[in-house]
């Protein structure tokens, strides 16, 4: 114990005459607040001190409020003399260094954070992280691009995004919230296609129309495609020569891929496909099964 207790001592004499210098960041314990500083412990034969503007940029701040004694705190070094022998500190801008580092860090992982949105602002919102002042376009908002008289909804709400751009040299933050709330909305269309099986036989609303085929919404986040050579027994130049954008059509699921639905009009033109309510789903045993989408994806609990 006793020679343990030599190494400690040995350890912190070899600390106290280590070369300390301006812009160094150092960690120090709050031994003494007062109204217009802090006093720090810095392990060096002589003290850290950290005056009231250089705690925080934050105007809530108040310094018997935030800042107690045994507090650990990291400060970057501004002088080696105060004019009274201590070293001086600053709290804030050691703050704005390490936050750009933790930036950077969740940059490069991709990790998601929790932030809370403060004000929109012309073509997106803004949050702070880790102090900083992060941008988020409208584009990055959520799913859709948000207008410009929708910002304001979004203001005090909670979300989750991802740091797209960290520029320290600019001081520009950028955020995304689209991405993690596209990941959740593919995780639960995956889940909900899972609940789909081949055969099934239902109604959709043609959304889009493209040269290889057209894009059937099933309603519930669900669409599926059928391609040009599903849509009829003719044989035709382009999907606009049978069908439009919001027409109602009656689709069979042939394959599913990938957590992709392939659909075909054109199976369901040999087949009496039978009509069954949302509220009773039959399988016939020499047919397809026929149902309301919404009913099947209701009783999987969606």
Wanted: a negative charge; proline letters at 1%.
């Amino acid at each position: 114990m006793a020679e343990e207790t030599m190494k400690d001592f040995s350890k912190e004499i070899e600390s106290s005459f280590r070369k300390i210098k301006e812009g160094d960041i150092i960690d120090g314990t709050v031994i003494g607040v007062n109204d217009t500083e802090v006093i720090l412990d810095i392990k060096y034969y002589t003290q850290g001190i950290i005056r009231l503007e250089e705690l925080s940029d934050d105007p809530k701040f108040s310094i018997h409020r935030d800042i107690n004694v045994g507090d650990e705190v990291s400060a970057t070094v501004i002088s080696t003399d105060d004019g009274e022998g201590n070293i001086l500190l600053s709290k804030r801008r050691a703050n704005e260094v390490l936050a750009w580092d933790k930036l950077n860090a969740l940059l490069e992982s991709g990790e998601y954070v929790d932030v809370k949105i403060s004000e929109a602002v012309k073509g997106g919102a803004v949050a702070f992280l880790e102090g900083i002042r992060g941008f988020i376009p409208a584009s990055k908002l959520d799913l859709s691009f948000v207008e410009e008289d929708k910002l304001a909804d979004y203001v005090g709400k909670t979300a989750k995004v991802r740091v797209i751009t960290s520029d320290e040299e600019n001081g520009k933050l950028v955020l995304s919230a689209k991405d993690y709330l596209k990941e959740q909305a593919d995780l639960k269309r995956k889940e909900m296609v899972s609940n789909v099986e081949v055969g099934l036989v239902t109604e959709g609303t043609v959304e889009s129309l493209q040269n290889y085929g057209a894009f059937v919404d099933l309603g519930n986040g669900l669409s599926g495609l059928v391609h040009i050579s599903q849509i009829c027994n003719n044989r035709i130049a382009h999907p606009s020569a049978v069908l439009k954008v919001g027409q109602k059509v009656k689709v069979k699921v042939i394959s599913i891929k990938d957590g992709k639905l392939s659909l075909s009009m054109k199976a369901l033109e040999d087949i009496a496909a039978t009509e069954i309510t949302e509220e009773k789903i039959e399988y016939p045993s020499d047919g397809d099964a026929t149902t309301s989408l919404a009913a099947l994806l209701k009783k999987a609990g969606f």
